[in-house]
């Protein structure tokens, strides 16, 4: 991280401290667990654990700084190595902005209700056989996350690429003044945070902030999305997916154990046996492109391994023959019907389906339940368990409200051998504690 002094930090964030000791941090830190020396620590209140009761540790463990809520106290000791702020998370986001202005490689910003960060992935393992990329840790997407990776630059980088997530009015806007990104794209729009957003429309509205930077150059949109018409003729502005029409048309020529696929008139092979992964690889596609990439190179990209967990992930347990198909992270209806979609065309002498919530589908949430209820019919799995409120609206064989309540109950023999077992849910439904066991039963 580029050094920074203690003063430039109490201007970037609007703080207070008229005793204020001259010094520089290397590291910015919210978690005294892994806090290193010479860092600043940042006093965030969370659901489970306030920041603040942990400054005196911070300091103690070689902190040089800490900002804090205003009329905060610990001892006259610290009290020349604290900042005092309105809010420490706004904080973290006005830092996070300034040192952004360290840096003028290209920043790359993409959002979207499902594949952000697999299209994140494609993107960074294609710029990588070229150039030295800086990218989001896992999915640090939010108000506290997407500083944290901010944090990460350095001068060695020669591209960034951000993740962006939202679950309220205003997010993308914010995050994108943050990162200011010269590359803006949203994957798709669908059904998911609706507690907020209400309906479709209001999370288009809220995605499409991501085209507000005052740096833009390139957007991508999903063009078979008929919200997205108003961008065809904007300058900058350009669609991708299925449809004849869009700027970048997408043919899937083959699917076998790798899709192959061509982007105009470019022809790509890719090593996934999911469908979806094809259009979450396109804007990658085109980014690689826009930076001057030979297909050669794309094409070398696009063959790295991902680097994701519980995203459609194939795991095994050998001892029972079971093939388990993990898709945990989280869940909306969109995710869950592709999910189905691929589960459906496998073939298994047993099919087994352990689904859970689709969370924050706010007044809908039952509808959207029912709707995958319907779809499973179609399927015909020979057993469906289901765990959590909303997911009895799946109308399964076996209901469980909570995780813990299923593992009680299963047993080495629960599944026949040879099962195709699909777990699918929200991530705080916590399937991966099913994956853990069903891999060691």
């Not at 019919?377 to 995780?403: C, M, Q, R």
Request: charge should be positive.
């Amino acid at each position: 991280m580029h050094p920074l002094n203690s003063f430039e930090i109490l201007s970037a964030v609007s703080g207070n401290n008229s005793h204020l000791a001259d010094m520089v941090v290397h590291n910015v830190s919210i978690d005294t667990r892994t806090i290193k020396p010479n860092s600043i620590f940042f006093a965030i209140k969370g659901e489970n654990f306030d920041g603040h009761c942990f400054v005196k540790h911070a300091l103690s463990k070689g902190a040089n700084l800490a900002i804090v809520k205003q009329n905060f106290y610990i001892n006259d000791l610290f009290n020349d190595r604290l900042i005092f702020v309105k809010d420490t998370i706004t904080a973290l986001g006005e830092l996070a902005q300034y040192y952004r202005k360290f840096f003028s490689m290209p920043f790359i910003a993409i959002t979207g209700s499902v594949g952000k960060t697999t299209a994140k992935e494609y993107i960074y393992n294609i710029l990588q056989t070229r150039f030295h990329c800086h990218k989001t840790k896992g999915n640090y997407n939010n108000f506290i996350g997407l500083p944290l990776s901010i944090f990460d630059l350095e001068q060695k980088h020669q591209v960034s690429i951000i993740e962006i997530g939202t679950n309220n009015f205003g997010e993308v806007r914010r995050l994108t003044d943050i990162v200011q990104p010269e590359i803006s794209i949203i994957t798709c729009i669908s059904d998911a945070h609706l507690m907020n957003f209400k309906n479709i429309e209001g999370i288009f509205k809220e995605k499409i902030d991501i085209y507000k930077s005052k740096n833009l150059k390139l957007a991508l949109y999903p063009g078979d999305n008929k919200l997205f018409n108003e961008f065809h003729t904007k300058p900058h502005f350009f669609s991708f997916g299925f449809g004849k029409d869009n700027d970048y048309n997408i043919s899937i020529i083959r699917e076998n154990s790798k899709f192959i696929f061509s982007v105009n008139n470019d022809v790509f092979a890719l090593p996934t046996i999911v469908k979806h992964d094809v259009i979450n690889s396109v804007p990658a596609i085109i980014i690689g492109k826009y930076f001057g990439l030979t297909n050669q190179e794309i094409q070398q990209g696009l063959n790295r391994k991902l680097d994701l967990s519980l995203r459609m992930e194939i795991r095994e347990n050998k001892r029972h023959k079971w093939k388990i198909i993990a898709d945990c992270y989280n869940a909306n209806p969109l995710s869950m019907n592709s999910a189905l979609d691929f589960f459906q065309k496998q073939k298994a002498e047993s099919k087994i389906l352990i689904l859970g919530d689709m969370l924050e589908l706010g007044q809908r949430s039952k509808f959207f339940h029912q709707q995958i209820a319907n779809k499973i019919k179609e399927i015909l799995p020979s057993i469906t368990i289901t765990i959590g409120n909303d997911a009895k609206y799946y109308d399964g064989d076996d209901h469980f409200t909570k995780v813990e309540e299923f593992l009680k109950v299963l047993h080495p023999n629960y599944f026949p051998e040879n099962s195709l077992i699909l777990l699918k849910g929200s991530h705080s439904i916590h399937l991966e504690k099913v994956l853990e066991r069903l891999e060691m039963l």
